[in-house]
């Protein structure tokens, strides 16, 4: 086949499949400026005959958006912010320490992934119940606080770390806490940012848990404020997309700005090992 | 401190929050799944009661237990393969020499990947809306008649394996376009000065080469396939007829709906279970294809 | 830039501490702050009386929350079981029953006793035997909710009938009218297959109790449930009745207004939808009916929202407050000119707004009429799963015969429980 063909057949593929994978998000952004009821017509508009914020303010106004949104935003960052620290302390623990039944002990927790995590959910409920912290930001926070899959990451990307870089430390006479904090975080600030950006993404992004541990409208994530409205106002596309597109514009712009980092995560994190 | 006091200083912050938030609940819940905990059981404790495996013979029994795993599995064997060609496809074509424009097309590629399952199924209610839907109204334009998507049994989990492909195959064409991009390009030069079509090619060097990622890529897929939940719940509500009813939609429906928690957690162990029976079968495939070629 | 970040972690971990810490608690001052659930849009119109009720009483601040009809039950349990449920609630009459089981709800009739705005004689007797669970009162009622036929009188008449029908014979036979006369562009009804109210009021028209033996198994075998049954799915086979979800639905006021179908068996907060969302030229053309029965005007569904008081709020004097305020006939009728909620008060109704209203005529005839749904604990479960068992009968995967047989099993094992908890408080009793 001629190289001229060829090209043009790849890249006219490759542009097809990328219209129709975006075409929804395009249409999330185009409906969520139209009139109320203007998506509800044949042929089904595809461009607003007169842009308007109205469904937004709606949004904002009535359906309680602004409170989601401030409530993801806490609950994310509190659970990238804390899950940073125990998952980078435990994954260094297990690349550069070495204590009797190490790689046993991270045997039986990569065995743990196996385990779907649903199986947890039910008496997880019950425990927080009995504690009193259903309904509060705990709820959603506490059981997000460590996850064999960040561990995971930063023993892969720690084991990295040349060991005579520690030892040298450790004649020094430093501490293994000071060795952590002033020779091990630098070395590990690409891993830390890959994992930020990976589970604050994860955060936001979680339905099931935050449905069933946020029982009340006040604590709402934007996923669970999201559903609830889907099912009260199922006829009013353009506020629904409004709220789509509040919810999807957050992730998409964290992951455009640091998809080198999300990537390269996703990568270490299934390929090697 | 010695090195192995502080290595168990470092664990400890790790350890307790897995301990107590998911190992511990997760013994808790094959207990939970021996008794008949529900509504009454949270109003007054005394109203418990030991029930042994009748919950899971109960389930066993049920009629829409099955139908939620036939929908669970006829869900994971079409949309896995669905979801790997998809990936490998298009992870094919940005790894040809030919492809302009990579970085953008990958990016676009993968976007689905990192939207909000709910948000981008209130989009899809919406485009396969049987009156109003844009997808409807390009079929007629075909010259294919509207497909009741959200209210015919037959065609409501189609639309959802669609969903789930369409959301989710960007992840898998990153690893594979990794994995594509590792192959040594004189492999496939000698193979061309040989005279090798580029269907042999692939047959020959890719499809080897590829193997052991797609394995565990595959592996992967299924276990995430297997917890299907959120499509079902925001897109159909389990139905129409309860034809999109999966077994984690069960679950919830028992658990978080009726409260019968005892049944609920029979529900998950039971899918544990399945999840762990076919992720083997795939592991012990693999590796007996592994040491064949 | 070894020594920065810890210092501005530690900043950041300040900040959303203090984030945390003001999302976690509430603000406790000597004002009363009363947690009030409402479900549906009572809770928009409330919000336009809220003013006045707070002048009124400047010692409580009422914090409104809407809950969707579709999620209200699952939300309700959920609270319960996460113990965040609100002071007040607006619960619906069927759930009563589940609740006192739970020991959720707060005996009101010694408050009821000395009131000087609640007389239990004022109200409806079946609407006040709605919220009676074994002697004891657990809720007021508010207002009363029904189920019965709003219809397009003008596409009626085009199909050649000047009155609406007063049997099942006379319905079916008007909508297959209806559907001969419009070429098949028209259906006779919408009765969304997702939805039960329709097949239970229908069903309550026999007499016969849906459960039987102490409300301890299921008797969907009787003759009498089968007669409906086999009625409600042939009117979708003859194709009067499109076999839709209201989600296929969409927007069902648009559809009513456009004449997609004439009659709609819905209640009466549909008189306020409707006459906000059609044009005022369409005002005229529609109108309300009893619902018919097997052999004349039939029974419907007893159904209402009641306030009731939850046992673990802390402010039930305020609680209680709120509940007489909303039962004032004045604010009833108040809820009726905003949303059409019928009173469930007989003086409510003496007012000329409700009295002089042709659209609800209808109503107070179908008051006189109605049944309650069996009161026990699970009744929102087996009535769910009646109306899933149905649709299969509607789609033709089931007979009627096996629609009911199957219907009793599952109710037989819902209510399995039950019947193991009322022959333990049976052995209690010596």
Known sequence: MKPRVHAWLVNGALASCTALVLFPLFWMLSVSFMQPGEANNLPPPMLPLHPTLANYRELFAHAGMGRYFANSLVISTSITLLSLACNTLAGYAFAKLHFAGRERMFGVLIGALVIPAQVAMLPLFLLLKYAGLINSYWAVILPAMASVFGIFLVRQYARGIPGELLEAARVDGAGELRIFIQVVLPLLKPILVTLAVFTFLVAWNDFMWPLIALTGQQHYTLPVGLASLSREHVQDSGLMMAGAVVTVVPVLALFLALQRYYLRGLLLGSVKG | ?293 | MTQRPPARIAVLLAGVAALLLAGCSASSQHVTTLEFWTVGPEGEAFAQLLPEFEQANPDIDVRVQRIPLTAAHEKLLTAYAGDSLPDVVQIGNTWIAEFAALHALVPLQPRVAPSKVIHADDYFASAWATNVIDGTLYGIPWYIDTRLLFYRADLLRDAGFDTPPRNRAEWRAQMDAIRATSHGTRWGALLPTNEYDQLLALALQQHVPLLRDGDRYGNFGSAAFKRTLAFYADLFKRGDLPDWTNVQVGNPWQAFGRGEFVFYLSGPWNIGEFRKRLPASQQGEWSTAQLPGPNGPGDSVAYGSSLVILRHSKHQDAAWTLIEYLSRPDVQVRFYELLGDLPARRSAWESPALKGDPKLRAFRAQLEHMRPAPQVPEWEQIVNMMQQVAARAVAGELTVDEAAAQMDTQADAILAKRRWVLARQHAAIP
Request: aromatic letters at 16%.
């Open chain 2, 1 to 293: 401190m010695n090195r192995g006091t502080a290595a168990w200083l470092f664990l400890a912050p790790a350890l307790l929050v897995l301990g107590v938030f998911f190992l511990l609940p997760v013994f808790a819940g094959l207990g939970l799944s021996l008794t008949d905990y529900d509504l009454y059981a949270l109003a007054d404790f005394h109203n418990l009661r030991f029930v042994g495996l009748a919950n899971y013979w109960d389930l066993l029994h049920r009629p829409l237990f099955w139908a939620a795993l036939g929908h669970t599995l006829y869900f994971v064997i079409v949309g896995v393969p669905l979801s790997m060609l998809c990936s490998l496809g298009t992870a094919l074509l940005l790894n040809a020499s030919a492809a302009r424009f990579k970085p953008f097309f990958r990016t676009a590629l993968f976007a689905p990947v990192v939207t909000t399952v709910v948000a981008v199924a209130v989009i899809w209610r919406y485009l396969f809306n049987t009156q109003f839907g844009v997808v409807n109204f390009v079929l007629t334009h075909l010259g294919i008649s509207p497909i009741d998507w959200l209210g015919d049994p037959h065609w409501a989990m189609p639309m959802i394996i669609l969903f789930a492909v369409w959301k989710n195959f960007g992840y898998n064409m990153i690893i594979l376009l990794a994995g594509l991009q590792a192959i040594p390009a004189d492999l496939y030069e000698a193979a061309c000065i040989d005279g090798a079509s580029a269907w042999q090619q692939f047959r020959q060097i890719t499809l080897p080469a590829l193997t052991p990622i797609l394995l565990m890529v595959g592996i992967l897929t299924v276990s995430g396939y297997f917890q299907l939940f959120a499509e079902p719940y925001v897109i159909t509500e389990g139905g129409p007829l309860q034809s999109t009813v999966s077994v984690l939609y069960l679950m919830y429906d028992q658990g978080f709906k009726w409260w019968n928690m005892g049944t609920a957690s029979a529900v998950a162990f039971l899918l544990f279970l399945v999840m762990f029976v076919a992720t083997a079968l795939m592991w012990r495939f693999g590796e007996g294809r592994e040491s064949v070629a």
